[in-house]
């Protein structure tokens, strides 16, 4: 299994930015579907965007697009999500998350939760407004 450590959370104001990293250990990186998902008290845990590590191609939610954004740096086996325009409905538990790519069969990376065996602890993500 992977292992994920995420970091960069923290309280902004609505509008404000974060930047989550995850970095992971595995010895085949670049073969994983690697996204970041996230939830809220009393809320199922959702997909926010998704990353195959061997070609760069994404998938967002669409109650993230235009404001967040999922990249890779391949060299440090590091996830980052840098989240812009935030609102206080982003507020929540952040985990990112990985699977080889594999085990999607032909359907790509997707943004299911329950697709993810190796998870990492979370960050938190508040958004005052």
């Known amino acids: 299994q992977v292992q994920l450590v995420e970091s960069g959370g923290g309280s902004v104001q609505a509008g404000g930015s974060l930047r989550l990293s995850c970095a992971a250990s595995?010895?085949?990186?670049?073969?994983?579907?690697v996204g970041w998902f996230r939830q809220a008290p009393g809320k199922e845990r959702e997909g926010v965007a998704v990353?195959?590590?061997?070609?760069?191609?994404?998938n967002y939610a669409n109650s993230v697009k235009g404001r967040f954004t999922i990249s890779q740096d391949n060299a440090k086996n590091t996830l980052y999500l840098e989240m812009n325009s935030l609102k206080p409905e982003d507020t929540g538990m952040y985990y990112c998350?990985?699977?080889?790519?594999?085990?999607?069969?032909?359907?790509?990376?997707?943004?299911?939760?329950?697709?993810?065996?190796?998870w990492g602890q979370g960050t938190q993500v508040t958004v005052s407004s």
């Open positions: 998350a990985a699977d080889p790519l594999l085990a999607f069969g032909g359907s790509g990376c997707l943004l299911t939760p329950t697709k993810y065996r190796s």
């Open positions: 595995a010895l085949t990186y670049s073969m994983y579907c």
């Open positions: 990353l195959f590590s061997g070609a760069d191609s994404t």
